[in-house]
């Protein structure tokens, strides 16, 4: 698997365990503790994402905007 998917593999997982220490009483400290961490997750997964992510779409020209989703000659006047 690439570096990117398992980064946002984890990084769920991070939040449905801190999902799940907030819903028990018994575990709301770690939930707490857990939230203080979260920042460094998200950040961490973003840069791995810019770093490593790959765009795997048609490329358009220098001049040229556009939605990936339309055809071309359906965007209309630039």
Do not use: H
């Not at 939040?15 to 799940?20: D, T």
């Not at 790959?54 to 020209?61: C, D, F, M, R, S």
Request: glycine share 10%.
């Amino acid at each position: 698997m690439k570096r990117s998917t398992i980064a946002a593999v984890l990084s769920t997982l991070y939040l449905l365990i801190y999902c799940f220490c907030l819903q028990w009483d018994a575990l709301r400290t770690i939930g707490v503790g857990l939230y203080f961490f979260s920042p460094a997750v998200v950040i961490g997964l973003a840069l791995i994402v810019v770093k490593d992510g790959k765009y795997n779409g048609p490329e358009l020209g220098e001049d040229e905007f556009g939605y990936q989703d339309r055809d071309k000659s359906t965007l209309g006047p630039v």
